[in-house]
C-alpha cells in the first residue's frame, strides 16, 4: 500500500511577504571622498546615535601621484586611472541621491604643477566639485575621526596619519578636561587647531606637523637602493629626520597618561598580520591596541619575507605589498622616537573626519559616548 501523502503535499509554498527596506531619506545622507597620493576612498553613510552608519562605500588604488616626485606633474595614466575611479564614485551619489558632501583631495594635487587644472578635469569629466585642502585641515580632520578612540584616561594624545604623500602629527594636551569629556574635546576640534569659544575645558593642541613623506613619497626617494633591509633603515632613519621641528615634549612620556593613536593602510596591515588574518576584518582591527614589541615582531617578520615574500603573502595584500615597508619605516622611527606600550589602531581616516565634521556641524549628532 502505497504511502498516504500529507494534505499539501508538492503544492507550491505560499509566499511570504516582507517589507521592503525603508529607502533612506536624501536629505539625511552624507558622502565623503578622499582623493589621496595612492587611493581614491568613499563613504556615503546617514547620522546614528552619536555616530554614523555607512550605507556605501568605495576604495580603489589609483597611484595619483606615481612618478611625481620625478616630474613634479601629475601623469597622464595616473589622471585617467583616478577619472575612471571618481566616475564610480558619482554614479554612487547619484544613485543614493546624496546632497550633502564633501570631496577633498590631498598632498599629490597639493603639491603638483597642474593640480588645480586635474580638479576643473574632475569637474567637466565627471561633475564632482573636489577641493584641495591644506595639511593643517589634513592633520585636523584625521584627528576627529579618531575621536571615539580616545580613552578617557588619556592626558596626553598623539594622533599620527600615515598617508601616501605626506604624514601628519598632531599632539593634544587634554589634562585640563574632564576624563568623560575627552573625546568629545577631540570631535570640537573640527572648528580649529585654536580651540572654540565653548564654555567647554578645551583640548588644547601643543603642537602638529605635516611631514611630505608617505608611504609612496618616501618609497620613491630611495627606489635606487637595491638591499632590502638597507633601504628600509635608510627610509626610517630619513623619515626621523625630517620629524626635528615637531618635538612638543623631548623627555620620555610617563606611560600611563599616554596614547598614541595611528591611522593608516600600513597601521591597520601591520595589526592584521599580527593576528594573523586569512580576510581583512575591520571589526577586529579597529580599535586594537598593540604593543611595540609585536609591532616590532611583525615588521621583522616582513624583512624576513623580502620583496617577492611579501608579494605572496595574502597578510599583506597586491595593493599594498609595494608600500608596507616603507609605511613600516615611518611606524619604526615614531616608535623610537616615542616609546610606548601601547598603539591604538584606528581604521579610520579622512572620510571619517569629513563625514563627522559635516554631521556635527548640522547638528544631527546626538550627544553622549561614541
Same mark, same amino acid.
Given at each position: 500500500?502505497?504511502?498516504?501523502?500529507?494534505?499539501?503535499?508538492?503544492?507550491?509554498?505560499?509566499?511570504?511577504?516582507?517589507?521592503?527596506?525603508?529607502?533612506?531619506?536624501?536629505?539625511?545622507?552624507?558622502?565623503?571622498?578622499?582623493?589621496?597620493?595612492?587611493?581614491?576612498?568613499?563613504?556615503?553613510?546617514?547620522?546614528?546615535?552619536?555616530?554614523?552608519h555607512?550605507?556605501?562605500?568605495?576604495?580603489?588604488?589609483?597611484?595619483?601621484?606615481?612618478?611625481?616626485?620625478?616630474?613634479?606633474?601629475?601623469?597622464?595614466?595616473?589622471?585617467s586611472?583616478?577619472?575612471?575611479?571618481?566616475?564610480?564614485?558619482?554614479?554612487?551619489?547619484?544613485?543614493n541621491?546624496?546632497?550633502r558632501?564633501?570631496?577633498?583631495?590631498?598632498?599629490?594635487?597639493?603639491?603638483?604643477?597642474?593640480?588645480?587644472?586635474?580638479?576643473?578635469?574632475?569637474?567637466?569629466?565627471?561633475?564632482?566639485?573636489?577641493?584641495?585642502?591644506?595639511?593643517e585641515?589634513?592633520?585636523?580632520l584625521?584627528?576627529?575621526?579618531?575621536?571615539?578612540?580616545?580613552?578617557?584616561?588619556?592626558?596626553?594624545?598623539?594622533?599620527?596619519?600615515?598617508?601616501?604623500?605626506s604624514?601628519?602629527?598632531?599632539?593634544?594636551?587634554?589634562?585640563?578636561?574632564?576624563?568623560?569629556?575627552?573625546?568629545?574635546?577631540?570631535?570640537?576640534?573640527?572648528?580649529?587647531?585654536?580651540g572654540?569659544?565653548?564654555?567647554?575645558p578645551?583640548?588644547?593642541?601643543?603642537?602638529?606637523?605635516?611631514?611630505?613623506?608617505?608611504?609612496?613619497?618616501?618609497?620613491?626617494?630611495?627606489?635606487?637602493?637595491?638591499?632590502?633591509?638597507?633601504?628600509?633603515?635608510?627610509?626610517?632613519?630619513y623619515?626621523?629626520?625630517?620629524?626635528?621641528?615637531?618635538?612638543?615634549?623631548?623627555?620620555?612620556?610617563?606611560?600611563?597618561?599616554?596614547?598614541?593613536?595611528?591611522?593608516?593602510?600600513?597601521?591597520?596591515?601591520v595589526?592584521?598580520?599580527? *593576528?594573523?588574518?586569512?580576510?581583512?576584518?575591520?571589526?577586529?582591527?579597529?580599535?586594537?591596541?598593540?604593543?611595540?614589541?609585536?609591532?616590532?615582531?611583525?615588521?621583522?617578520?616582513?624583512?624576513?619575507?623580502?620583496?617577492?615574500?611579501?608579494?605572496?603573502?595574502?597578510?599583506?595584500?597586491?595593493?599594498?605589498?609595494?608600500?608596507?615597508?616603507?609605511?613600516?619605516?615611518?611606524?619604526?622611527?615614531?616608535?623610537?622616537?616615542?616609546?610606548?606600550?601601547?598603539?591604538?589602531?584606528?581604521?579610520?581616516?579622512?572620510?571619517?573626519?569629513?563625514?563627522?565634521?559635516?554631521?556635527?556641524?548640522?547638528?544631527? *549628532?546626538?550627544?553622549?559616548?561614541?
Amino acid at each position: 500500500m502505497a504511502p498516504r501523502r500529507s494534505k499539501g503535499a508538492r503544492a507550491f509554498p505560499r509566499a511570504v511577504e516582507t517589507a521592503a527596506p525603508a529607502r533612506p531619506d536624501p536629505d539625511a545622507l552624507y558622502a565623503a571622498l578622499d582623493l589621496g597620493t595612492n587611493s581614491c576612498r568613499m563613504l556615503i553613510a546617514q547620522p546614528k546615535g552619536s555616530g554614523f552608519h555607512v550605507l556605501d562605500s568605495f576604495s580603489k588604488s589609483v597611484q595619483l601621484g606615481s612618478g611625481l616626485e620625478r616630474t613634479g606633474r601629475l601623469s597622464r595614466s595616473s589622471m585617467s586611472r583616478t577619472i575612471q575611479a571618481l566616475r564610480i564614485c558619482q554614479q554612487k551619489i547619484q544613485r543614493n541621491r546624496v546632497r550633502r558632501m564633501r570631496l577633498v583631495a590631498t598632498e599629490a594635487c597639493r603639491r603638483a604643477k597642474n593640480g588645480r587644472d586635474f580638479m576643473r578635469q574632475i569637474r567637466r569629466e565627471t561633475g564632482l566639485s573636489m577641493e584641495i585642502i591644506q595639511p593643517e585641515e589634513e592633520a585636523r580632520l584625521a584627528v576627529v575621526s579618531c575621536a571615539p578612540l580616545v580613552s578617557t584616561k588619556t592626558e596626553q594624545l598623539l594622533v599620527v596619519d600615515i598617508g601616501g604623500g605626506s604624514t601628519e602629527l598632531v599632539w593634544i594636551d587634554l589634562s585640563s578636561v574632564p576624563r568623560r569629556d575627552r573625546p568629545a574635546a577631540i570631535m570640537r576640534l573640527r572648528t580649529g587647531f585654536q580651540g572654540d569659544d565653548t564654555p567647554f575645558p578645551s583640548a588644547k593642541v601643543v603642537d602638529w606637523i605635516s611631514v611630505p613623506l608617505g608611504v609612496a613619497t618616501l618609497r620613491d626617494q630611495f627606489s635606487d637602493v637595491e638591499d632590502d633591509a638597507a633601504r628600509f633603515a635608510l627610509m626610517s632613519w630619513y623619515f626621523e629626520e625630517n620629524l626635528a621641528d615637531f618635538a612638543p615634549y623631548k623627555d620620555e612620556q610617563a606611560r600611563a597618561g599616554f596614547q598614541i593613536i595611528g591611522t593608516s593602510g600600513t597601521v591597520t596591515t601591520v595589526a592584521a598580520s599580527h *593576528l594573523g588574518l586569512k580576510r581583512y576584518d575591520r571589526t577586529k582591527v579597529d580599535g586594537l591596541r598593540m604593543t611595540s614589541d609585536q609591532i616590532d615582531k611583525v615588521i621583522r617578520s616582513y624583512l624576513e619575507l623580502g620583496p617577492q615574500g611579501r608579494r605572496q603573502d595574502p597578510r599583506i595584500g597586491e595593493d599594498r605589498q609595494a608600500l608596507i615597508m616603507s609605511g613600516a619605516a615611518i611606524l619604526q622611527a615614531l616608535l623610537r622616537c616615542w616609546p610606548t606600550d601601547r598603539l591604538s589602531v584606528a581604521d579610520r581616516g579622512l572620510r571619517e573626519g569629513l563625514l563627522y565634521s559635516q554631521m556635527s556641524a548640522d547638528g544631527v *549628532l546626538e550627544d553622549g559616548p561614541f
